[in-house]
């Protein structure tokens, strides 16, 4: 779900937002994706994140996506289905004033997933990161990957311990980087000859 530590900790990293401070919900209902992880993930996309179409799925404050607009993506879908995390993420948006590139939606995953394949431009990079008590990420990342251009990149974050699918539609498992207890698995194409995705190592 959420991106977030304790209030007033999370910040965005690098690029044209890079230092503002973001909004974050108090309690349980949030969770971090640690600072190290982002920076791991946007140096290995690297310049094939600028002019980028994103998707942030369960997206909770929308540390991620910001992060994105932040270093040069062309826009963001961010998607979550909790409305206290939508009003924060689009505060945090406003902030950092990246509003004009994002859009905000407020829905389950497959909802959201459905009305995203119309009109049907592809995202070159999608991130999907579910609560990791969830079940059916086959099925989510299956989803996603339908939505990711041919030599696009998909990002799992999961936890270390839970070995992630093999296969996700036409994609195959390519490496998992670990970070303490959390892992990011990168999703590569996979017709008959695997294609080098766009960002992806």
């Not at 999370?10 to 994706?33: D, K, N, Q, W, Y």
């Not at 086959?138 to 030599?151: D, F, K, R, W, Y």
């Not at 959390?182 to 294609?195: Q, S």
């Amino acid at each position: 779900m959420s991106r977030s530590r304790r209030p007033g900790s999370l910040r965005v990293i690098a690029g044209s937002a890079g230092g503002r401070r973001l909004r974050s919900l108090p309690g349980l209902e949030v969770r971090p994706t640690l600072d190290r992880v982002k920076q791991a993930v946007f140096s290995s996309l690297g310049e094939e994140l600028k002019g980028a179409r994103f998707l942030d799925l369960f997206a909770g404050t929308g540390a991620v996506g910001i992060e994105a607009l932040s270093r040069g993506a062309r826009s963001v879908v961010f998607v979550d289905n909790s409305r206290r995390c939508c009003d924060v993420l689009r505060q945090n948006l406003e902030d950092c004033g990246l509003e004009e590139r994002a859009r905000v939606i407020q829905s389950d995953w497959e909802s959201a997933l459905v009305e995203l394949r119309h009109p049907g431009e592809p995202f070159d990079i999608a991130y999907v990161d579910p609560p990791y008590s969830r079940t059916g990420e086959a099925q989510i990342l299956e989803a996603a990957a339908g939505l990711t251009a041919p030599n696009g990149c998909l990002l799992f974050e999961h936890l270390l311990r839970n070995a992630p699918p093999e296969r996700v539609g036409d994609r195959v498992r390519g490496r998992t980087a670990p970070y303490g207890q959390t892992a990011i698995t990168w999703y590569l194409r996979a017709n008959g000859v695997v294609d080098t995705p766009r960002g992806c190592p």
